[in-house]
Every structure is written in structure tokens, then in C-alpha cells.
């Protein structure tokens, strides 16, 4: 699906801003017929969770509801008016004045709406939008809402982090052509010192394509007829971590020799591979260095901000990481769009987390009762799932940060029923993007013995906690686990492995000259700990650190206003680790 630019041909209106804001008590949402009566406003893009005092507001469990007026410009005669909402967590609901337009579901992709036929050109309109923070054990995300002796409802899931929603993205009001460029597909080659561009052009409408590639200085450098084809650029300049060069591929639609459309996408050339236990990005082995994060931070939650995105990514720079990971969805485009302006190696992954009943909110260890997995949640899970892969791969294919694909993070993968449940998902993914790796996220209940769905992943991805969950306090057991635990994995499969998670809560400020958890130094010496054993192991090739900031959880007793991983506070302060973390990442790697 492509993101909405202004163009020669297309306009735009950002209907970010206050929107008035309720909640609905109703399970079902009923068409929307007046205006809403309320005095609340609510800010878009940005959780509503954390604005409002009232506890009703930041515990509903239902539908709310968002409304503002909306004037369509007048020059927009003739064309198509679209409504295009970013996200929605985690379903949404759209009607123009008493239209319901658009119901979608998923809380973490985008979804347009043609309204041409509802609204008029000059006038204005009523948009409100409804959206449900429900999970369901058919949603991906999975969970379930308990109704309480008192007939409260309230959500319970699976996952270690606090389920904010609303509006956390933009909403835009964009215009475009009737006949139109619909979708734009590119796949990069590297053929000797030349770029290889396949490219694919999907127009509504009768009307021949036409592409251009520029450079960077907007020199033409390539151009072909027809809506798919291959462009040869010669001499090119790669798009490589930490050095990002982007073409602009245009795409034109073209009706009797006058250009109708034209959509200008960004293509990084770059190529990707799995190699024997080498993950290569244009043929040269790639180490990743970075961390899991978080659309997270007080009183916005999960909103899109755009100073946060650079505050993250300069402090992602100064501490020497290369890449991160989108845990646990995916994440606001603008987030991707930096990525590739700024060579940071992304590993994208769906909202498919918490599919594991043996996990309590990411902590706790309760165990399996032998129950076939696909028994376990709803019927409709695996379909949730796939519409999930290919939301995520429609949006993100043409992202060259982007080098592989998570499918899931720790979902139970040894459980009967696991292997047939996943076997499938990967098989979308490849078909639906044979160019980049895929993976899935193991968690440490299910190591090399006893994982059904390893098989299947292009690299090994875990997640481990010894010096935490397992041996917490006693560092010399960690290590040694830690690394008969790896070297089982090598051996078994010998694919390349990323520790895409590990780490220690740690309070900034507490301090210990003893390896007493929850101490700046106690992170620091555990993340040792594994470094040292990721040096022994030929096969290790990337570390990504459990996490990059402090972020918010549902409370329980298990964590303290959140969890307390991060190498940064919250509000972005770096605790004692981040300054070792950065000594060894900015540091020449051994092998380099
Ligand atoms: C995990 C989960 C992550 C949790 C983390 C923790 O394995 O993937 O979502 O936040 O552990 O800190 O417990």
C-alpha cells in the first residue's frame, strides 16, 4: 500500500490536530449519526490511554470515539478523495456524516477509504472514527476480556508491554487521480559495479506506465515503458548500513501522451542473502549491533512523534547501533522512511506476539497443559496472522533498511499443532516477498531440543534471560548456559543466530559493588557476560539488547511502572551500561 505523498498530481492535508473525543460503552459501535457530545479533545497522532485523569478513560475496554470537520479542498473537483488513517489500535471504524465507510481490523497497519462519492468538493464533512482497544483470542495481538463480579470488563493478554490505543498516527485527507499508480513494487539486484532495479507498476484505470530512476541530485539515470520491467543503472551507488543513498524511482501513468499520475518511490539498491551462517547485505557479512525497541513515552504512549524518532536514532548513532528490531509490530512509516535515509538495518516484525500460554506477560512461567496449540486460541487466529504478514509486507516491501522478516516474537513453538501453524505462515512470506530472509522470534522455554518451527527460520533469532528469569544474580552459571545453550543451536542447525533479546531491569541510580540485580552494574556485567560468549561463537552475528528505553506495561505486581530493561531511561537518559554498550560497538570488530 503506498504512503500518501503531495505530488504533481496528488494533494494532501494532514488532519492531525485535537479531535473530539469519547468513550462508548457499548460493545458494538452504532452507526454515528450526530455530533459527539462531549467537551473532551483529544490530540491525533497519540494514545489516549495517559492524557486524561479519569481511570474509566484509561481502563475502557470498548470502542472510543474520535470527530472532527473536515473541508475538502475545492480544487478537488474531478479527483478521488481518500481518507487514509495510519493506524487504528487495534480496529477502527470510519463513517463520513451518517456513511460508514471503512471497517478495519489490526492495530498497527493503515487503511484508505475512497469517500469521493460522500463528500463534496468546497464542503465540509463530519469524519468520525471509532476504534477498540479489544484483543481477543482470534486478534493478533491475542488476549481476553473478563468480566468481573461487578460487570466491569477488562482485558487481560499475553504480551510484556501496556496495551495503549487510539489515533497513534497520522489521519490524512489526500486526493488523487482517478485513473491512478495504485502500487509500486521494486526488487535491487548488484551486477558487478552495476544496480539491477526490477521494478512492478499497478495502475487503476486505462493507462499505459512509464518509470524514471533519479539519483540523488536528480539526474536521470535509468527509464523503461511498461508496467514491469528491469533497470540496469550503471556504475551505482549502494544503499549500505550506515551509508544510505536513495533513487527515486517515478512512476507514471500515462493517458494519450499526457502524464495522468505520478508517484515518486525511493529505492535503496542493495541486496540481501543467508549464506551459511552469514547474513550478507550486498555480499559483505553483516553484524548487527542495536537493540528491540518500543513506540513508547509518557503521556503520548505509543502517538507517533517525530522528535522522539530523532532523539532515538541520534542516540542509536552515538551508542555504534547499526540496526534494530520492530518489536512487537510494526512501526509508524515515518520510523521506516528515517531508516532508510539513514542506513539503519531494520528487522520488521507483525503484532503476532504474546501467542504463548505458557508465558504471563512476558515474565511469568506458568507452563503448558499439553493442549494442541491451535485449541488454545481461536479458530480464526491463523487468519488474523496472515492478514497481518501480508499487511506488513505490502506496506514495507520497498524499504531497503528493511533485510528480513519476523513472522512472530515467542509464540509457543513447541506445543503439538505448532509445526502445521507455522509452516504455512512462513511459506506466505516467502511467496510473498522471495527476496528477503525470514525469521521468527524463539523464546528461551523452547530451546534447540525440543522447538518445532526452527526448521523453518532463515536465522535463528532468540531471546534469552540467563542472569535473569534463569541463574538471576549468579553471573558464572549464566555464562555457562548461556553458551552450551548457543553452541546446541550451532550445532544443530548451524544457521546464522542474532540474540534479538537480552538484558536486566535495571533502576537508574541504584548501584551495587556486588552483582546484585536491579544495580547499573549488574546490566553492565550480565551484558559482559554474553558478549564474551558471543565472541567464542563463529555463528553469533548480531546482538540486540532488551531494550532500547524503559517503557510502560500493565502493571500487575511483577513490574514497576513499567519494565525497567532499558539502556535508557524513558525520558532517554543513558544508565551506566550505555556508555560500556558504546566502547564496544563503536570499537573496530575484531573481524572487520
Ligand atoms: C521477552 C519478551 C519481551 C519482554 C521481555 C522481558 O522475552 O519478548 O516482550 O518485555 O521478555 O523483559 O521480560
Redesign the pocket.
Known sequence: MLKPKITATRELVSLDGLWAFAVDDDAVPEPWTAPLATTREAPVPASYNDLFTDPEIRDHVGWVWYQRTVRVPRGWAGERVVVRVDAATHAGVVYVDDHRVAAHEGGYLPFEIDVTDVVSPGAEFRLTIGVSNELTPETIPPGEIVERPDGRRSQTYL???YNYAGLARSVWLASRPAVHVDDVTVVTGIDGADGIVDYRVDVVGNAAVRVRLLDESGVEVAAADGAAGTLRVPDATLWRPGAAYLYTLVAEAVVADAVVDEYPQTVGIRTVAVDGGRFLINGEPFHFTGF?KHEDSAVRGKGHDDAYLVHDFELMHWIGANSFRT??YPYAEEVMDYADRHGIVVIDETPA?GLNKA?GG??GIVGTDGTRFQDQFGPGLQEAHKREIRGLIARDKNHPSVVMWSIA??PDSMSEGTDEYFAPLFSLARELDPSRPVTF?N??LAPPEVCRVSKYADVLCL?R?YGW?VDGGDLASAEANLERELRAWAEKYGKPMIMT?Y?A?TIAGFHSVWDQPWTEEYQVRLLDVYHRVFDRIPTMIGEQV??FADFQ?SSGFFRVDG?K?GVFTRDRRPKAVAHALRARWTAPRAND
Open positions: 504480551h510484556d508491554f528491540g518489536s512487537h506476539v508465558i512476558g515474565i516474537n515467542e522470534v523464546v528461551m531471546n534471560y528469569y533479546e538484558g531491569d532488551w531494550n506495561t519494565n530493561k
